[in-house]
T-cell receptor, first 113, second 112 residues
Framework: KAGVTQTPRYLIKTRGQQVTLSCSPISGHRSVSWYQQTPGQGLQFLFEYFSETQRNKGNFPGRFSGRQFSNSRSEMNVSTLELGDSALYLC????????????FGPGTRLTVT | KNEVEQSPQNLTAQEGEFITINCSYSVGISALHWLQQHPGGGIVSLFMLSSGKKKHGRLIATINIQEKHSSLHITASHPRDSAVYICAVRSGSGGSNYKLTFGKGTLLTVNP
């Protein structure tokens, strides 16, 4: 089976712009979770999608949003980018949620200048 | 105080040594995860456990729910074990009402 893929792998954006990141889960997995990793805060949970519905959300501002499509692929969007949004964004897929083993993608490195 | 504390923050060992990484948490949890992150960012889920002990190859994870403590052991360590090891706890009543909190990670370096 192919692993979790994320595109793009690297991205440079300017403050104030918006960005969309994509995650394709392992075939058959219905849950996709998104995480932000920064040197200062470490890993933080953004949100989880299951069957096209947001099932859980971490403590992030509304500028961070996401969606999941019928094929389980997921996108996350960050609007009005701030310098502090520079981070590694990871997605993970699992069969049915955080109660199951999660398989992580390689991440998207976002740099905001 | 963070809800999830890992120790040590950094650990250097010689090849073949027995390694222990600790994770303490302050909230009631439904499960605990151990993750491994190699340089470059890729994360691998090593264990998910809610009680007792799990073993996979040279890796052993234990959890004591009463003491709110988990340990990750690596037997016969090898340079390829060099990575950041991250503990994460899942708390909440279950279903969609859960919270995931991560430790800051332990950087392990195993020298040949």
């Amino acid at each position: 089976k192919a692993g979790v893929t994320q595109t793009p792998r690297y991205l440079i954006k300017t403050r104030g712009q918006q960005v969309t990141l994509s995650c394709s889960p392992i075939s058959g997995h219905r849950s996709v979770s998104w995480y932000q990793q920064t040197p200062g805060q470490g890993l933080q949970f953004l949100f989880e999608y299951f069957s096209e519905t947001q099932r859980n959300k971490g403590n992030f501002p509304g500028r961070f949003s996401g969606r999941q499509f019928s094929n389980s692929r997921s996108e996350m969007n960050v609007s009005t980018l701030e310098l502090g949004d520079s981070a590694l964004y990871l997605c993970a897929s699992s069969l049915a949620g955080a109660h199951y083993e999660q398989y992580f993608g390689p991440g998207t490195r976002l740099t905001v200048t | 105080k963070n809800e999830v504390e890992q120790s040590p923050q950094n650990l250097t060992a010689q090849e073949g040594e027995f390694i222990t990484i600790n994770c303490s948490y302050s909230v009631g949890i439904s499960a605990l995860h151990w993750l491994q992150q190699h340089p470059g960012g890729g994360i691998v889920s090593l264990f998910m456990l809610s009680s007792g002990k799990k073993k996979h190859g040279r890796l052993i994870a234990t959890i004591n729910i009463q003491e709110k403590h988990s340990s990750l052991h690596i037997t016969a360590s090898h340079p390829r074990d060099s990575a950041v090891y991250i503990c994460a706890v899942r708390s909440g009543s279950g279903g969609s009402n859960y919270k995931l909190t991560f430790g800051k990670g332990t950087l392990l370096t195993v020298n040949p």
